[in-house]
Structure formats: structure tokens, C-alpha cells
């Protein structure tokens, strides 16, 4: 060990070694500290849901007296990028953008609520969280190597958009929105997918809305 130092030092000055030392040791935390902020912030750029367009005035509809529903299906990957900066039709994501009207009466429970999802060849696509859409969005995606916190942050601002099935929905409330993931059969990419019709139970009657 003693024969390299003396070798190594015929060719570098000791002071010069040290600067070279303490100028790699700046670099490497400089380093650190700019992949550090690099990803500090949410892994996709989401729109903030106070911009999301207004629900279209093609989407369908039914009226069941006290509630009223509207759903329009986001099939393409251009709709999907402009919310979340990611393609969640890729990932065999289909969201559906579902609005619930409270026309009148007492507050409604609607935990009980089933959303199912069939396309034109009568297969019925599952309802899925917002936690685990998040999963496959990143696989496929290919994000695998991330910062914790980044992850959490764009955990917290796509879950804001997934519709609250929890609390009742009342008068004062008069209208709610949010999306609905639904995941393809066979998990596979979507695309196009034709006569869709998403069906509600848990009321006194079933409801259908036809949604392309």
C-alpha cells in the first residue's frame, strides 16, 4: 500500500490530490442534492381538479327521481394526458367521469352503490381504486426507480379525482363528480372499445346508461 501512495504521489502533489479529493466530494453532493429536488415534486404533472372541463353536454344520462347520473367514458390516451401527463389507456385503464345530481328529498347512501362496466361483446370490465390504477400506470409506464415522495404526491392528486362513494350525497352538496377506473378484461391496452354501458345497482331499480 505504502508503494502505491509514493507511486501515486511522483505524479501528484499531495495538496493536489487532496483538492482533487474535496472538489469530487462537492461534485457528488451537489449531485445528490440536484436529483434530490429533481424529484421532490409529483412523479406526472396532474391537473389540479378545480380545471377539469366541465362534464360534456353529449354525456349520457339518467334520472331516477331524487338522484340524477351522467357518465362519459375519457377513450383516448390525448384525454388522459392532459389530466395526468400519463397514458392510462396503456396501462389497460378506461376512466369514466361520473356525475350525481341530488334533485331532491333526504341525503342518499350511496356506499352500497355497484358501478359495472360491460362493452359490446357483453364482457364486464372491474372497477378498480385509484391506488391500484396507480400501480399499473407506473408499470406500464416504466417507472421503477422513483423518489418516495414523489410517488405520494402524485398518489394524493390522482386519488383527488376518483369519485366518492363514501359520504351521502344531499341537497346542500347539490352536485358531485369524479372518475370511475375500470380495468380491461385481459388487462390489455384500451382501444375504442364500442357499446359500452355502465349499469348502477343498489337502488330500488337497476340503472343503465348507454355510454358510447
Not at 389540479?48 to 339518467?62: E, G
Amino acid at each position: 500500500m505504502q508503494n502505491k501512495r509514493s507511486w501515486f504521489s511522483a505524479f501528484i502533489e499531495p495538496g493536489t490530490l487532496i483538492k482533487l479529493r474535496t472538489a469530487a466530494l462537492l461534485g457528488f453532493v451537489l449531485f445528490v442534492l440536484l436529483f434530490s429536488a429533481s424529484c421532490s415534486g409529483s412523479l406526472f404533472k396532474v391537473k389540479p381538479v378545480s380545471k377539469l372541463p366541465a362534464m360534456p353536454a353529449s354525456a349520457a344520462s339518467a334520472n331516477v327521481g331524487s338522484l340524477s347520473f351522467r357518465a362519459s367514458p375519457l377513450l383516448t390516451d390525448e384525454e388522459t394526458q392532459e389530466l395526468f401527463e400519463s397514458n392510462l389507456q396503456l396501462a389497460g385503464l378506461l376512466p369514466v367521469r361520473l356525475e350525481i345530481v341530488h334533485n331532491s328529498g333526504d341525503a342518499v347512501e350511496i356506499r352500497k352503490l355497484k358501478f359495472r362496466l360491460q362493452d359490446g361483446a357483453d364482457i364486464t370490465w372491474k372497477l378498480i381504486s385509484a391506488k391500484q390504477a396507480i400501480s399499473r400506470i407506473l408499470k406500464a409506464n416504466g417507472v421503477f426507480a422513483y423518489n418516495p415522495n414523489s410517488r405520494n404526491t402524485f398518489e394524493k392528486e390522482f386519488r383527488a379525482y376518483e369519485f366518492n362513494l363514501k359520504d351521502p350525497v344531499n341537497h346542500a352538496e347539490a352536485k358531485r363528480q369524479g372518475l370511475l377506473i375500470f380495468l380491461s378484461p385481459k388487462k390489455d391496452p384500451v382501444s375504442s372499445p364500442k357499446n359500452l354501458t355502465l349499469t348502477i345497482e343498489g337502488l330500488a331499480q337497476p340503472v343503465s346508461i348507454r355510454l358510447n
